[in-house]
Every structure is written in C-alpha cells, then in structure tokens.
C-alpha cells in the first residue's frame, strides 16, 4: 500500500507570492490533517478535512486556506507569503476522524527569501 | 487548553540499553488519546504507539511501550534494546477528544542519540 504523498517536497518563494501544496492519502484515508513545523514554535495544526468538509482549524491567520477533493487529497494554499511562513509542512492521513493512527507524508519544505 | 511537555531536550543511550522519554500532558477532557511519533532526519513522523485515557492496560508495540500513569498525568514512552536506527526525535502528542477530532497537541520533543 502506498504512504501519504506530499507534492512538491521543496519549494522556494519569495515574500509576497503565494504557493499551494498537495497531499493525497493513503489509498481509502479520507481524514486528512496538516501541520506547520518549525524550530521556533514546534508542531502546530493547521487545518482538518474530512468528506471535503473544513472539521477543525488552528489558529493561523486568513492567509492560510485548504481544501479536500472527492478523492479525498487535499490542498493547502498560502497567500501573500512572509519570512516566517519557511517550515516544514506536513500533512497526516487516517481513515476516519475517530481513528487511532495518523499517517504522515514526508513533508513539503518551504524556504521564503 | 490542552498541552504536552517534554523535559528533555536530548538523551543519550548506548546500543541494547533501554531508555525512556518522558511525557506528562494536561487536559480538562476525560477522554482523549496519547499518541508517540518518531522523525528522523529525514523529516517524516512515524507513528509508534497510541494510549486511549480509558485504556486499562499499557499500551506495547513491539520495542515500543507507554508508560501510562493517568493520576500523574504522565504517558512515558520506553524503548527497550535500543537500536541505532532509533536515533532521531521523539514527540509525544495528545488528541483533544479520542473520538471525532484528528488535531494533536504535540510536546516540543526529545532527540535520541543512541551510541554504538
């Protein structure tokens, strides 16, 4: 069975362009979370999907934004890029909401110049 | 609001010693679920193991076993016959609510060096 697919895995832009980031699950997870990495505030969520439906969201500003598709991969898009938003981002798949264990991809990192 | 500490920064073990890594939470919920990831310098978490808070019994998987002490509010996690491939960082995270909600609450981390 294939793992959790994150699309690019290394992206570099610059302040003010904006970026999108894919993550297909695992074949029949249709739960799926992302995350923000970086050294200075650690691991912090971002969004949750499930049957094309935002369930959950943390607290980061407008800019950040996704979406789930009917076949259950998501997008992650980030507007009017800054500085701060280089991270590691990660997206982790389950097949429910209710269920025990989350799947990560490998992560997209993000360098902002 | 839910949080996860993790005390140490780095720990150091040699080859086939067993370690812990520590881990105590705090949460308001009754119900709500313990999990460890591992990642290496690569980047991916691992999923290692998963301790529902009405679970009676320590969760194991295979080296892998949480050290669950509800009262204390702690879910250590123990490697036994560590390896040099567990070298990496450990996080221990927390589930809001065990059912329904996917969003972890994730410690700061330990970084594992184990040493031939």
């Known amino acids: 069975k294939a793992g959790v697919t994150q699309t690019p895995r290394y992206l570099i832009k610059t302040r003010g362009q904006q970026v999108t980031l894919s993550c297909s699950p695992i074949?029949?997870?249709?739960?799926v979370s992302w995350y923000q990495q970086t050294p200075g505030q650690g691991l912090q969520f971002l969004f949750e999907y499930f049957s094309e439906t935002q369930r959950n969201k943390g607290n980061f500003p407008g800019r950040f934004s996704g979406r789930q598709f009917s076949n259950s991969r998501s997008e992650m898009n980030v507007s009017t890029l800054e500085l701060g938003d280089s991270a590691l981002y990660l997206c982790?798949?389950?097949?429910?909401?209710?269920?025990?264990?989350?799947?990560f991809g490998p992560g997209t990192r993000l360098t902002v110049l | 609001a839910q949080k996860i500490t993790q005390t140490q920064p780095g720990m150091f073990v040699q080859e086939k010693e067993a370690v812990t890594l520590d881990c105590t939470y705090d949460?308001?919920?009754?119900?709500?679920?313990l999990f460890w990831y591992k990642q290496p310098s690569s980047g991916e978490m691992i999923f290692l193991i998963y301790q529902g808070s009405y679970d009676e019994q320590n969760a194991t998987e295979g080296r892998y076993s949480l050290n669950f002490q509800k009262a204390r509010k702690s879910a250590n996690l123990v490697i036994s016959a560590s390896q040099l491939g567990d070298s990496a960082m450990y996080f221990c995270a927390m589930r809001e609510r065990d059912t329904g909600f996917q969003k972890l609450v994730f410690g700061t981390g330990t970084r594992l060096l184990v040493s031939p």
């Open positions: 982790a798949t389950s097949d429910s909401p209710s269920g025990n264990e989350q799947f």
């Open positions: 074949s029949g997870h249709r739960s």
């Open positions: 949460t308001s919920d009754q119900s709500y679920g």
